[in-house]
Structure formats: C-alpha cells, structure tokens
T-cell receptor, first 114, second 117 residues
Framework: GENVEQHPSTLSVQEGDSAVIKCTYS??????FPWYKQELGKRPQLIID?????GEKKDQRIAVTLNKTAKHFSLHITETQPEDSAVYFC?????????????FGKGTLLTVNP | KAGVTQTPRYLIKTRGQQVTLSCSPI?????VSWYQQTPGQGLQFLFE???????NKGNFPGRFSGRQFSNSRSEMNVSTLELGDSALYLC????????????????FGPGTRLTVL
C-alpha cells in the first residue's frame, strides 16, 4: 500500500532546543522525500528534500536523514526559534520518473516556546 | 516569477450543489496536482495533470474531476457536494519535465477554502 506515517502529531520545545520529526513509508520504490512547512493560514512551502541516493542532507539549521533499509526518514531542526512554529509535513514519492505522486504524512504541529 | 494562484479563495455551497475551482501554475510549469487538506488528515492527493492529460489519480470518488487547458491552467470540479467535502483544496505546480528518477519541487498555491452547508 501507499502509506506515510508521521510522528509525533504534536511537538513542543523550548527555544534553542532541537526538534526531531520521524516518518516511515511503505513503498520500497519510493525515492524522493520532501518536507514542507505550513504556517497558520499559509500555503505549504518546501524546506528541504532528499533523494534515495543520499543518506543525509543539511541546510543551515535543518537536516534530513534517510534510512532506505528501514524505510524511514527524519527531519532535524537545531537551535529552534519561535518562527519555526508551524505544521510540518513529510512526503514520499509513489511511482517513478515524471509519472509520480506524493503521499503525505498527517503532519506535526511544532510549537517553539520562547 | 508570479507564484501559483487559486480562485476563488473562499466558497460556501450547500449539499447537492457542484463547484469549480481554478488554479494557475507558475509560468512555464506544465504539471498541476490537486490536494484536499482536512484537519488531522494532512494532504490527500486528488489528481495530477500534465499537458492537458490526467497523469495520476488518487483514491477519490468520481464526483471529483479535473481538467487542464493548453495554457496549463487547471480546474477541479466537485459535483453533488457532501458535508464531508468541506476542506482546503490546494493545487501545486511543477515543471513536470523530469525523466528517469529526477523529481521536481512542487510549489503550492494559497488554496481554496470550501465550506459545504
């Protein structure tokens, strides 16, 4: 089946702490894994993505790790700031080439307390 | 470049009616995907159009349909509305020209908030 499980559904951290969100997927053929951030009342925006030929990718305070064997990937945010507060969605590609679709997790509401 | 736009931004309909939503992709993008977003359910894939052809479809009933025009603008139609159709409908555009195992970033529009009474 085409399933992406995301945990936790809510996460509250203190400013400056790290936050980790984990996702698992079921389709072993999935090979593209984007993460989106959606602030309240706004559209989802891509913050980082990773492809299956890479185990880790980092962009400033944000990093994503991928374990294809275990079929899970994680988002790591370090030195969190109040503006990181938002809903974060993971997704996995289903299908190959240009004919693919994204299956999304149900989201994680991250709250960063000042 | 202008971003993805969607019209209208808000809609209120009653059960049994039908509705048409519109999405204009980023200039040069040929792929438009549609998603339904409801609280606690995340984003659920409806369908994707590329060069006026439906290329992928999610698990939604036939009441949900779409089309794409030659200028890549896309419309989504929902017939015989039900209360459960109340949601934020998002479209996303990408170049769609990937081959092999190359994937393209999807850029989302602001969404259309549909309320069915």
């Amino acid at each position: 089946g085409e399933n992406v499980e995301q945990h936790p559904s809510t996460l509250s951290v203190q400013e400056g702490d790290s936050a980790v969100i984990k996702c698992t997927y079921s389709d072993s053929a999935s090979n593209y894994f984007p993460w989106y951030k959606q602030e309240l009342g706004k559209r989802p925006q891509l913050i980082i993505d990773i492809r299956s030929n890479v185990g880790e990718k980092k962009d400033q305070r944000i990093a994503v790790t991928l374990n294809k064997t275990a079929k899970h990937f994680s988002l790591h945010i370090t030195e969190t700031q109040p503006e990181d507060s938002a809903v974060y969605f993971c997704a996995a590609s289903i299908g190959g080439g240009s004919n693919y679709k994204l299956t999304f997790g149900k989201g994680t509401l991250l709250t960063v307390n000042p | 470049k202008a971003g993805v736009t969607q019209t209208p931004r808000y809609l209120i309909k009653t059960r049994g009616q039908q509705v048409t939503l519109s999405c204009s992709p980023i200039s040069g993008h040929r792929s438009v995907s549609w998603y339904q977003q409801t609280p606690g359910q995340g984003l659920q894939f409806l369908f994707e159009y590329f060069s006026e052809t439906q290329r992928n479809k999610g698990n939604f009933p036939g009441r949900f349909s779409g089309r794409q025009f030659s200028n890549s603008r896309s419309e989504m139609n929902v017939s015989t509305l039900e209360l459960g159709d109340s949601a934020l409908y998002l479209c996303a555009s990408s170049s769609g020209l990937a081959g092999g195992k190359t994937y393209n970033e999807q850029f989302f529009g602001p969404g259309t908030r549909l309320t069915v009474l």
